[in-house]
């Protein structure tokens, strides 16, 4: 998915292409959301593991992720643009209140069209695997997916802090606003949270 004015878009990814084994119970369906910086480069990312690629669950995971507008440098409003594939499951971002542009990638029987349009998706996709590959030696449970996604975008969105006590108080801030988390809880949630 994607956000976009001059300066930046973002970019959604889900949809058949990138979930051919959605019966396999060894795989989880995770939404990936990117704001792409203009001409070049990411900003943030939001990523969460997702039940299905419904028009009603990727419609809530945008609605939770991505602001329909955000001020620019002049404190001027800007509208978002979404850039996603053509999956179905998109189509009620318009009415929803986003600006949606689809790319359709059906056009071509390029299997790399995919990592051309929507470059930003794929990038955090690639890294995120290799984090889990890296950090975890392929052993992800998905009881635990969540709280490697939370970890993987916090890390991702603060890749280029240059203050590491503004790091160290944004860590410090989240922890005194979320709540205890038990042993118990960290190793056996069989479903994914709920999102408020």
Sequence with gaps: MGIAIPKRRTRLKSGPAYTENRTDPNKAIVAIAVEKHEPKGLGRARLERIAD???????????????????????????????????????????????????????????????????????????LKRWLLGTHQGGVNHEQLDAYLDEFVFRFNRRSSRSIGLR???????????PPSPYKTLIATATARPHA
């Design 53 to 127: 690629v419904s028009a009603d669950t990727l419609t809530g995971f945008v609605q939770r992720n991505v602001a329909p507008s955000f001020p620019d440098e002049h404190d001027r409003l800007r509208e978002t643009i979404l850039e996603t594939d053509g999956w179905h499951g998109y189509d009620r971002l318009a009415a929803a209140g986003y600006r949606h542009e689809q790319i359709s990638l059906n056009q071509t029987r390029d299997r790399k069209a995919a990592h051309r349009e929507l470059p930003a998706c794929h990038r955090v996709a690639a890294l």
């Design 168 to 178: 160290f108080h944004r860590l410090l801030t989240s922890t005194l606003q979320t």
